[in-house]
Structures are given as structure tokens and as C-alpha cells.
């Protein structure tokens, strides 16, 4: 069975993004995206909320063919066009998205359907939206919280209309030269 992992940065007070999305204030570095590429290795799909697959879609196809292109750009670039992508969506159509299946009903059965194929990981990054739809309906495994040494007062939570209580068991942290701290922690089932 796949893992569901959700992937996430959020400031120290719980928020992923500011009140219009902003994350201008996320710290990332070199050791970070070397990092991150570990997780991806991992991963044979993506999944995103419509927001941020758009946002991915206008970058990360080309990012490697830029002239100023990153040893990340050229990595996750490459990584993001191998993989297969789920985006939950009520407005887009699949049929006119490459290696791309859109979800716009039955979350819960078509999630678990994909978890029991065969394959590597599902990593969600971002996508506050879709993230609260996956854990209102219990379908992560892994959780992978970057906190940032920030507080910002206001914004769009980390976490919101959790049904039930969920058990988590910490495996491992990390601490980054920026200050940021990832929680690993897995789902108790």
C-alpha cells in the first residue's frame, strides 16, 4: 500500500500562508531542497489542490531549461514531469491535462483506490485546501511539517475542521541551518 504524505511549511504560530497566500517568508535553502529531493525520490505522483497545480504547472515543466536553472530547478523539474498528478478540482478537465487525473467527487474511494495500487509515495505539497479536505477525510499516512521560526497572527491554517481526533507518532526531526524545524510524525491507524 502507498503512503499519502502531506508536505508542508507553516509558521510557528500554525498558519501555511498568509490571509492572500503569501509565502514570502518560508526559509529554504540548498540543504533544504537536497533534502526535499530524498522525499521525492520516494514519490511516483504528486498531488495538489487546483491553486497550486496551476501555480506548479506555469513553472516546473521548463524550470530546467532556464538559462539561470538551479541543480533544484533541474532536479524537480525533471522529478515533476516523470510523475504521475492528482489534482482535486471541481472546475478543471482532465481531458486536456497530460499524466494528470482530476478528483471532483467521492475524495475518500478514489484516494484509497489510488493508495492500493502499486507504487511509491503520494506526496501532497502545499494546497492548504485540498490538505484540509484529505485530513477531514483521514487519507494521510506521513506528515512532513517544515515549521518556520516566524509568527504571522493571521492567515490560512495549518490545520482546520479535523473531524476526529488523530493519533500521531513522531519518527524523526531535522533542524536546518535557517532555523527551520521538520516534524516527521505517521499516522497511528
Not at 491535462?97 to 467521492?106: M, R
Amino acid at each position: 500500500m502507498r503512503n499519502l504524505v502531506f508536505f508542508m511549511h507553516a509558521s510557528l504560530d500554525g498558519f501555511v500562508a498568509g490571509l492572500n497566500g503569501e509565502m514570502n517568508w518560508i526559509k529554504v535553502d540548498e540543504a533544504m531542497f537536497d533534502f526535499v529531493a530524498t522525499m521525492t525520490a520516494e514519490a511516483d505522483t504528486a498531488l495538489y489542490g487546483r491553486v497550486t497545480y496551476e501555480m506548479m504547472q506555469g513553472y516546473w515543466p521548463n524550470a530546467a531549461n532556464k538559462p539561470n536553472a538551479t541543480k533544484h530547478d533541474k532536479e524537480h523539474s525533471s522529478w515533476y514531469n516523470e510523475v504521475s498528478k492528482i489534482v482535486l478540482s471541481k472546475t478543471l478537465n482532465e481531458k486536456e491535462l497530460t499524466n494528470t487525473t482530476v478528483i471532483s467527487d467521492g475524495l475518500a474511494e478514489k484516494i484509497n483506490a489510488i493508495k492500493n495500487q502499486e507504487g511509491k509515495n503520494i506526496l501532497i505539497f502545499g494546497s492548504p485546501r485540498a490538505s484540509h479536505s484529505l485530513l477531514q477525510e483521514g487519507l494521510v499516512d506521513e506528515f512532513w511539517i517544515f515549521v518556520n521560526p516566524i509568527l504571522l497572527g493571521k492567515g490560512i491554517p495549518l490545520f482546520k475542521n479535523i473531524m476526529e481526533t488523530t493519533q500521531l507518532k513522531l519518527v524523526e526531526t531535522k533542524t536546518f541551518s535557517q532555523g527551520v524545524i521538520a516534524l516527521h510524525y505517521e499516522t497511528i491507524r
